[in-house]
């Protein structure tokens, strides 16, 4: 049969840790006890494809961080642009409401979205504990759609506590020290390097017990391969053929 390809080497962290998850279950659904060496180097594989994921579930956890940030940066502006506004009103009532929230406000200022996480957090949360005292409840009123921004700022805070708790508990795992493109790197070079030079050689003398362990690989490589082409347009070199 055809020899198994190797993975080309632009494919994405996600995509090889796709790729090596799929080949350690098609390799899992075997007892390949009596082979020590092919064991011994999907043991290899899932210790490494393990750490990829811890690597990707923290970039991913990251990234949602910052995407929570920027919602509730956008509510603070939202609600400081609104009650400036309200300070030029021409009508008495809401000029005067306008200007007790504009106060309260300035005691944080508009900067307090370049703070750090945490101390955005503390500073965000003193200022809504501030907006629900009585004596304030009725100026927020007196400004039409100020009440649902307070509320939408409220959401996005705690939506980023939310995410920031998931971040923290993805940074701690074991493995993540590593960048996930070291570690692709890593996964990719025991699947071409070990699995995919082995497997090529054990299929010429015992194609009846490697064969269709083999093909399903080389498929799952070959899907993965095509799909990165179509996405890069233009040929490279495969990892460390």
């Known amino acids: 049969m055809e020899k198994p390809n190797k993975l080309i080497s632009f494919s994405r962290a996600s995509e090889v840790n796709t790729v090596g998850s799929k080949i350690i279950f098609e390799y899992e659904k075997n ?3 009596s082979d020590t060496h092919l064991t011994s180097i999907f043991d290899l594989l899932k210790a490494k494809n393990d750490v990829l994921t811890s690597s990707i579930n923290r970039i991913k956890a990251e990234s949602d961080l910052e995407a929570k940030d920027e919602v509730r940066d956008e509510k603070v502006r939202a609600i400081y642009y609104l009650i400036l506004g ?6 008495l009532t809401i000029k005067t409401a306008a200007a007790k929230i504009e106060a ?12 750090s996480y945490s101390v955005e957090s503390s500073l965000i949360e003193s200022l ?4 629900t005292n009585p ?5 927020i009123a007196a400004l039409p759609g100020l009440s649902p921004l307070i509320t939408e700022l409220s959401d996005a805070e705690l939506a980023f506590k939310t995410a920031s708790v998931a971040f923290d ?3 701690g795992k074991e ?3 590593e960048s996930a493109t070291e570690v692709k790197q890593e996964v990719a070079n025991v699947i071409n390097e070990k699995i995919v030079v082995y ?7 015992n194609e009846p017990t490697y064969g269709d362990l083999t093909r399903t690989i080389a498929q799952t490589i070959d899907d993965n391969n095509i799909a990165v082409k179509k996405r890069k347009q233009k040929p490279e070199p495969i990892v460390n053929n």
């Not at 309200?86 to 009508?91: C, G, I, S």
């Not at 406000?105 to 370049?114: D, N, T």
């Not at 809504?128 to 907006?131: K, S």
Request: charged share 25%; aromatic share 14%.
């Open 31 to 33: 007892d390949w006890s």
């Open 86 to 91: 309200y300070t030029h009103y021409p009508d």
């Open 104 to 115: 309260i406000f300035g005691h944080y200022g508009l900067e307090l979205i370049s703070k």
């Open 128 to 131: 809504l504990l501030e907006f």
């Open 135 to 139: 004596d304030v409840q009725s100026s």
């Open 169 to 171: 508990a993805e940074r």
């Open 175 to 177: 493995g993540t020290k």
């Open 199 to 205: 497997l090529r050689a054990m299929i010429q003398v």
